[in-house]
């Protein structure tokens, strides 16, 4: 069963300063998404990685993937108070025929002035 | 195009009611999914339906909750005698085909007084 670890779940930040999150998944997947959700809002898609070695980068965000370790990074360079919100990955899982997203827990974001 | 429509956004219900949830995919998407995102945390895939066929329901519990993708129509997400622990956010996505992104809805955030 494939399980999806982000890390730090919860990240407070000074305007200014640039910090990572992670993202671990635990089986082979070729597709690899970064979403944003502000408070009692639907899911902004920001990043789909498809391929090994994939860079993606959106104003002050950048986001990385590395399938030969099954991690993901998303990049924040020089927050602004405007990122503030909620960071999910989610990792594409084919099985039986199926497919579906796999979710990390997110990770809560609060940029601070 | 319209994105993806779900209604109602906000529903309340009793304990014990039924809850009909409405997802109107984008136009020319087949592919439906639905997910149920708890407080605080990240979203878990329910079912995956295509055109009048369940594809999978495994993470649909169950008892009380049944899902429906009908010829003509909306996808309808259905909970039978809800209970407090229902109370979630619930998102559908649709996609045109398999091994494409799905794009979310605003979702419909039920509550069991």
């Known amino acids: 069963e494939l399980k999806v670890e982000q890390n730090p779940l919860f990240l407070s930040m000074q305007e200014g300063k640039n910090y990572t999150i992670y993202c671990n998944y635990s089986?082979?997947?070729?597709?690899l998404y970064w979403y944003r959700q502000d408070p009692g809002k639907s899911l902004e898609s920001l990043f789909v990685?498809?391929?090994?070695?994939a860079v993606k980068q959106e104003g002050r965000l950048m986001a990385s993937l590395d399938t030969k370790a099954r991690l993901s990074t998303l990049h924040i360079t020089a927050a602004v108070h405007d990122l503030s919100a909620t960071y999910f990955c989610a990792v594409d899982m084919w099985k039986g025929g199926s497919e579906k997203l796999v979710f990390g827990k997110g990770t809560k974001l609060t940029v601070n002035p | 195009n319209a994105g993806v429509m779900q209604n109602p956004r906000h529903l309340v219900r009793r304990r014990g009611q039924e809850a009909r949830l409405r997802c109107s995919p984008m136009k020319g998407h087949s592919h439906v999914y639905w997910y149920r995102q708890l407080p605080e945390e990240g979203l878990k895939f329910m079912v995956y339906l295509q055109k009048e066929n369940i594809i999978d329901e495994s993470g649909m519990p169950k008892e009380r909750f049944s899902a429906e993708f009908p010829k003509e129509g909306p996808s309808i997400l259905r909970i039978q005698q809800v209970v407090r622990g229902d109370s979630a956010a619930y998102f559908c996505a649709s996609s045109p085909h398999p091994n494409t992104e799905a794009f979310f809805g605003q979702g419909t955030r039920l509550t069991v007084v």
């Open positions: 089986t082979t997947s070729d597709r």
């Open positions: 990685l498809l391929s090994n070695g």
